[in-house]
């Protein structure tokens, strides 16, 4: 699960594998695969990173289970 922000400050955890498409005009919203629509304060590019830290996460929890104590986002190289 990722966490928005909905246009009222109020937080709200959402299943990103749920999204169908995201639309910046000029309001970020998302449209779920059941039609569901949700406008939060986050950019597009925020929404695709915190998707892609998310699934990046879940991988490295496959491959090794004590990995749930790693840092979350983006690492340095």
């Known amino acids: 699960m990722i966490v928005l922000t909905r246009l009222n400050e109020s937080h709200f955890a959402i299943n990103p594998d749920l999204?169908?498409?995201i639309h910046a005009n000029p309001d970020t919203t998302l449209v779920m695969v059941d039609g569901?629509?949700?406008i939060v304060?986050?950019?597009m590019e925020d929404v695709?990173?915190?998707i892609a830290s998310y699934?990046?996460?879940v991988i490295a929890l496959a491959y090794d289970p004590s990995a749930g104590?790693?840092?979350r986002g983006p690492r340095k190289l």
């Open 19 to 21: 999204i169908e498409r």
């Open 36 to 38: 569901a629509n949700f």
């Open 41 to 43: 304060t986050e950019s």
């Open 48 to 50: 695709i990173e915190k």
């Open 55 to 57: 699934r990046a996460h």
């Open 69 to 71: 104590d790693l840092p």
